[in-house]
């Protein structure tokens, strides 16, 4: 059942490619029901299985010649993240009923885009994921490039070109170690149980982390992020940030730690003072940490200080994973729901409330057009999500910085004070935009050249939509949490416990 | 050698195909020349491709149906299942470039033109059943002389005979070289056929040295690899659009399968070895150089291209390197590697001359810049362009893709455990990465800059191009079902191979 969230993306998209070019309206309700009936799908069987243990949707053979399955499969991971991709791109759909300009092809590529992100969740055959994995670059690249602001060809080519890269490294190390184990099967758990030598993971997974992780904003190759965010639509930024930099995450997760565990062993040699990758990747999760954080705090323009954040919250996500022990885990994937919501909140605030009305983003000019009073609703989401972003107790973010905080203590004591300080920064960073944006004092009493439009009822709903969800989690993470460390347990990440929780 | 007197029987039985043919091309020389005298080009065209695509029909139905079997006076002429599945491809390719031809203008010869594109295919078919150093010169040579001619067939351009001109000078050089490489294996063997050469060859001599890199610079150049690629841009170029599709398409299936065939049947234990670093005198280095050189130099000049035919040759030679890394393996599972590479490239590559064809018909053009509009004017084709870039790209689930998977999966797997070939295969992903820039330079131009040349604003509308349009469509539609289902193609792939390579 759960690999029709897949089909009926697809399949929706398919329809919208052959409408008639006057049928918008039909297309946002299409799109709309596409996006809807899949979370539906997604939220079922969330419920369902509360376990969170594994179990198979499809698996019949593919490309038997050379033993490529096409095997879906999903644990409490994947149903969290597919049920958060079904919330974001029910909030995306609500938040761009305003496209005008060729709207049965944008939803069409928006609906590719989904179904293939649902698609990388949902795949157990390495193949297949590889697969889905590429298929979300093209469309991708046309939402950017199409209809995009600022810089949108140079920031869509940017993107495509970095994803690609990534994914050239992340097929590199697939390939060898699919020949390396007998080219027999491609699926991750018999990958996963093949006993590559300790130099072979020590080589590959650098190349596989690293292929992914370009798509996570892992730091130095975080750049396509901002740019990407910034030149994207705000359908296109909130699911970029939401979900699209979690693939990225999740598959480093997913493929690179579970199939070369030994990977994140000790070297022989120590390199500059650091012993293994695990703890340079650490190194640079907090350095990403700080340095979005910090670029955040300087940007004039409203989307960048978004743009920045999400590169700061990602290295959030990926020191999580370097931690290696349960807290750690458990709390880079809630770091990966909450802010999935947040990140989409953020955007759509800053693209669809404040930028498709003021048609500015500059955060000086935004200031004396008095916002706070002319879109009271777009102020109070912005607070809301600024703080659940910042971590506020009561919110998502408040419960995954916790867990991740801890988690780095346990491991690299002196990484979480860093991390300690890139909480810090990160309130005040929201704290500045919003003042500036929203709080700014009144210089002259100036009445708007045009009123502004107040915000529509689809905004209203798809931004208490994604509220509502973070508050959940934040206030009761057990929901989660129950169903994602009994996947942490389940025998696919035995490799890694048995190197380091 | 094989004791058995053969009979002229059959001898007949397998050339039967052949036959079929060269009487097809009579027949439409003659109904061309006599009751068509006087109606339109275009109808002259039209009805000549329909004629010569039913006898490509019927030559491939004969080989489908009769399975002509057998091995002539020690592999003059071979029939068996693989070249019978070689033989089929490049007869349904042919039949795609006739019917791309139905509706040109380009000359007056109509008659002379198909019978050029059927002689040229009688020689492919001749070089992909013989394993005889002469019946593979002789079958190369009426190959490139028919190509040489109809490259040069538009006499009104100008363009059109210089590039011909130059292939004809290079190609008679090429023709040397590997007439000299093939007169020192003689020499060296006493015998035409290739296992009795390889049964003589004891060692690396000085003389077969000499005879190898003859063999590889006659080859390189028809298969377009770099150093020998000078002559392809030019030729892409300026020859009309269904010589061009002609010779980048069916004629490398046969050079690079006659290719193939000698380096590892006729070269057998003069192989050496290209481990990194570790390089042992013998053909493979050679292959491994010329690989290595083809994928860089392709790859990085195209970027520079403003043509889209030029990007093409130059995306051509890439491929050309890609695929000489099926050499490089030389196993039975590289061999079917190459095989589907090379006919779902082929399928890719006649598929996008098809939509140029009709772009240059309605704006006289091939450049970049002159591509903005197009989408909006005829969404299906540049829908179909996108397919055939993004599978010569290798995005999933395009043919390319699996074509490059497979191909790669084949290389590394040519000897168990230490993979020696992987720094090639790593050159071949990286420099694929950048291959998706300069084909999204291409549908960027096509979907998203806006029309603003006079040759996007003067376009006119072209009638009377049905069939190559339908053409486009059939080839995108094989492109995305066999890169969704390859099994398709690799099931009937592999339990043709020869059981000995």
């Not at chain 1, 650490?282 to 940490?289: D, E, F, R, T, Y």
């Not at chain 1, 003021?358 to 102020?379: I, K, Q, V």
């Not at chain 2, 403003?306 to 490089?328: D, P, Q």
Request: include cysteine.
């Amino acid at each position: 059942m759960l690999a029709w969230t897949i089909y009926i993306s697809f399949f929706g998209a398919a329809i919208l490619l052959l409408l008639p070019k006057r049928a918008a309206s039909f297309a946002r309700c299409l799109a709309l029901f596409a996006a809807t009936s899949s979370c539906g799908i997604a939220l079922a069987a969330f419920l369902r299985h509360r376990t969170g243990e594994f179990f198979t949707i499809v698996d019949k053979p593919w490309i038997p010649s050379l033993g490529i399955q096409y095997h879906l499969a999903a644990d409490g991971i994947s149903l969290s993240l597919v049920l958060l991709t079904g919330i974001v791109a029910i909030a995306g759909v609500l938040f761009s009923w305003n496209i005008e300009d060729r709207t049965n092809q944008f939803f069409a590529f928006y609906l590719l885009l989904i179904g293939a992100v649902y698609g990388v969740f949902l795949s157990y055959d390495l193949f297949l994921l590889f697969v889905f994995y590429e298929l979300v670059i093209i469309p991708k690249y046309f939402l950017i490039a199409n209809w995009g602001s600022t810089r949108r060809e140079y920031g869509a080519m940017k993107l495509a070109i970095y994803s690609f890269v990534g994914s050239a490294m992340v097929l590199v190390g697939l390939i060898a170690a699919y020949v390396g184990a007998g080219s027999s099967s491609m699926s991750l758990d018999k990958l996963a149980g093949f006993p590559f030598s300790a130099h072979f993971q020590m080589v590959a997974f650098p190349v596989v982390f690293v292929g992914f992780g370009i798509l996570a904003g892992l730091w130095p190759f975080h750049t396509w992020a901002p740019t990407g965010h910034v030149a994207a639509p705000t359908a296109a930024s909130m699911l970029l940030a939401g979900v699209v930099m979690k693939l990225g995450a999740y598959c480093c997760l997913r493929v690179a730690m579970t199939l070369f565990p030994l990977g994140l062993g000790t070297w022989s040699h120590p390199v500059l003072g650091i012993t293994s990758w695990r703890e340079t990747f650490a190194i640079l999760a907090v350095i990403g940490i700080l340095y979005g954080a910090l670029v955040a705090l300087v940007q004039r323009d409203f989307k960048f200080v978004i743009g920045y954040s999400s590169v700061s919250h990602m290295g959030f996500i990926l020191l999580g994973l370097m931690t290696l022990n349960l807290m750690g885990l458990s709390g880079a994937i809630i770091q990966m729901i909450s802010h999935g919501l947040l990140a989409g909140l953020l955007f759509a605030v800053v693209g669809r409330m404040v930028y498709a009305r003021t048609h500015t983003r500059e955060l000086a000019a935004l200031g004396p057009m008095n916002l706070s009073s002319a879109l009271p609703f777009a102020a109070v989401t912005f607070v809301i999500a600024g703080m659940a972003g910042m971590g506020l107790p009561g919110f998502s973010g408040f419960v995954a910085e916790l867990m991740i905080v801890i988690g780095a203590w346990r491991a690299f004591p002196v990484l979480a004070v860093g991390v300690g300080f890139g909480i810090l920064i990160g309130v005040v960073y929201v704290w500045r935009a919003m003042q500036k944006a929203f709080f700014a004092e009144r210089r002259h009493e100036l009445p708007p050249p045009h009123p502004l439009q107040p915000i529509t009822v689809p905004e209203k709903i798809a931004a208490a939509l994604l509220i509502a969800s973070s508050v959940a989690i934040g206030l009761y993470p057990q929901m989660v949490l129950n169903i994602i460390q009994p996947a942490l347990h389940s025998p696919l990440f035995a490799g890694l416990r048995q190197g380091g929780w | 050698m094989s004791t058995v007197q053969p009979t002229y029987s059959q001898l007949l039985s397998l050339a039967i195909p052949q036959i079929i043919l060269v009487c097809t091309a009579l027949l439409v020389m003659a109904i061309d020349l006599l009751p068509l005298r006087r109606a339109t080009l275009s109808t002259r065209f039209t009805s000549a491709g329909i004629l010569g695509s039913i006898g490509c029909a019927a030559a491939a139905s004969y080989i489908a149906l009769a399975h002509p079997n057998g091995n002539l006076l020690g592999g003059v002429l071979l029939g068996n299942a693989f070249t019978e599945l070689l033989q089929i491809a490049i007869l349904a390719l042919t039949v795609a470039v006739l019917l791309l031809s139905s509706g040109s203008t380009f000359t007056r010869h109509v008659g002379e033109y198909v019978l050029l594109i059927l002689i040229a295919t009688v020689g492919m078919l001749f070089l992909v059943s013989t394993q005889d150093l002469l019946v593979i010169f002789v079958s190369i040579e009426l190959l490139s002389l028919s190509l040489y001619t109809l490259a040069a067939f538009n006499k009104q351009s100008r363009f059109s005979w210089e590039a011909a001109l130059k292939y004809f000078l290079f190609g008679g050089m090429s023709a040397a070289f590997l007439l000299f490489g093939f007169s020192l294996l003689y020499g060296l063997s006493d015998s035409t056929s290739l296992s009795e050469i390889a049964a003589h060859i004891h060692g690396l001599s000085p003389l077969l040295v000499i005879a190898i890199v003859c063999v590889t610079v006659g080859l390189g150049f028809k298969v377009a690899a770099a150093p020998f690629h000078f002559w392809a841009p030019d030729i892409y170029q300026a020859a009309p659009a269904p010589s061009a599709a002609f010779i980048a398409s069916g004629s490398k299936v046969a050079s690079f399968i006659v290719f193939f065939q000698l380096a590892s049947i006729g070269f057998a234990g003069a192989e050496g070895a290209a481990t990194w670093g570790h390089f042992v005198r013998g053909w493979i280095p050679v292959i491994a150089v010329i690989a290595a050189l083809s994928m860089v130099l392709g790859n990085f000049v195209a970027i520079r291209q403003s043509s889209v035919r030029r990007l093409l040759a130059y995306s051509a030679v890439a491929h050309a390197g890609y695929m000489l890394l099926a050499l490089t393996a030389h196993t039975q599972q590289s061999l079917a590697a190459l095989v589907y590479y090379v006919a779902t490239y082929s399928a890719a590559t006649i598929g996008a001359f098809a939509v140029l064809s009709i772009v240059e018909a309605q704006t006289g053009s091939d450049r970049i810049g002159d591509l903005p509009g197009f989408s909006r004017r005829e969404p299906v084709l540049s829908f179909c362009l996108a397919i055939f870039l993004l599978s010569l790209a290798g995005i999933p689930p395009l043919a390319g893709f699996f074509g490059k998977f497979y191909l790669f999966v084949a290389t590394l797997q040519s000897s168990r455990g230490s993979m020696p070939l992987l720094w090639l295969v790593i050159l071949a992903i990286a420099t694929s990465a950048v291959s998706l820039y300069y084909y999204l330079r291409v549908l960027k131009a096509s979907y998203i800059t806006a029309p603003e040349t006079s040759a996007a604003r003067t376009a006119i509308h072209v009638s009377g191009q049905a069939i190559p349009r339908a053409v486009c469509v059939l080839l995108a539609a094989a492109v995305v079902l066999l890169g969704a289902w390859p099994s398709l193609l690799l099931q009937p792939l592999i339990t043709a191979l020869p059981p000995r390579f």
